[in-house]
T-cell receptor, first 117, second 114 residues
Framework: AQKVTQAQTEISVVEKEDVTLDCVYETRDTTYYLFWYKQPPSGELVFLIR??????QNEISGRYSWNFQKSTSSFNFTITASQVVDSAVYFC??????????????FGTGTRLLVSP | EPEVTQTPSHQVTQMGQEVILRCVPI?????FYWYRQILGQKVEFLVS????????KSEIFDDQFSVERPDGSNFTLKIRSTKLEDSAMYFC????????????FGSGTRLTVV
């Protein structure tokens, strides 16, 4: 079965600190997709990134970066120079071929990030 | 930026009543989904829908639930005879193809059953 583990329940940092959110996944599929979503206090799910299993290149988007390592089944997310507006719950998610052609996303339990001024 | 639109944003209903949650997926998307998030918990898959039929459903999606695409734009989730434990945020999502390109969630409907 597919599984996503976000071991960090809550992280508190002070503004401008760097923070890394961990995501470890389990799947027997050779082709799969990994996602990160942000859920601010208003409740919506904001898409951050989608990465397929064949692309292990790290990605950077502004203050956000992602480290995908198949060898350790991890897809970690780093926010550089955190800001108060980054305060939210962050979810890692996985979809694989066995789930009717990738249609179902399996989410982790989320990491609540609190950034204080 | 194309959006998935959900209405209403918040619905309060009496236990035992039927509710219909509405979604307008992104217009060129072919796959549609409903997810549920009980307060403070993770997001859980309910059902996926393609070509006017359910393609997969979770164990949560029992006979109390049904989905429908009544016209070319709307996608609805009906919950019959609501229970207190149905209180949750319900998210609609859509994607363009089988590789989950453009997998986009709506802003959710918060359902409160009293």
């Amino acid at each position: 079965a597919q599984k996503v583990t976000q071991a960090q329940t809550e992280i508190s940092v002070v503004e401008k600190e760097d923070v890394t959110l961990d995501c470890v996944y389990e799947t027997r599929d050779t082709t799969y997709y990994l996602f990160w979503y942000k859920q601010p206090p208003s409740g919506e799910l904001v898409f951050l990134i989608r990465r397929n299993s064949f692309d292990e290149q790290n990605e950077i988007s502004g203050r956000y970066s992602w480290n995908f390592q198949k060898s350790t089944s991890s897809f970690n997310f780093t926010i550089t120079a955190s800001q108060v507006v980054d305060s939210a719950v962050y979810f890692c998610a996985l979809s694989g071929e066995r789930n009717t052609g990738f249609q179902k996303l399996v989410f982790g339990t989320g990491t609540r990030l609190l950034v204080s001024p | 930026e194309p959006e998935v639109t959900q209405t209403p944003s918040h619905q309060v209903t009496q236990m035992g009543q039927e509710v219909i949650l509405r979604c307008v997926p992104i217009s060129n998307h072919l796959y549609f989904y409903w997810y549920r998030q009980i307060l403070g918990q993770k997001v859980e898959f309910l059902v996926s829908f393609y070509n006017n039929e359910i393609s997969e459903k979770s164990e949560i999606f029992d006979d109390q639930f049904s989905v429908e695409r009544p016209d070319g734009s709307n996608f609805t989730l009906k919950i019959r005879s609501t229970k207190l434990e149905d209180s949750a945020m319900y998210f609609c999502a859509s994607s363009e193809d089988t590789t989950n390109y453009g997998y986009t969630f709506g802003s959710g409907t918060r359902l409160t059953v009293v």
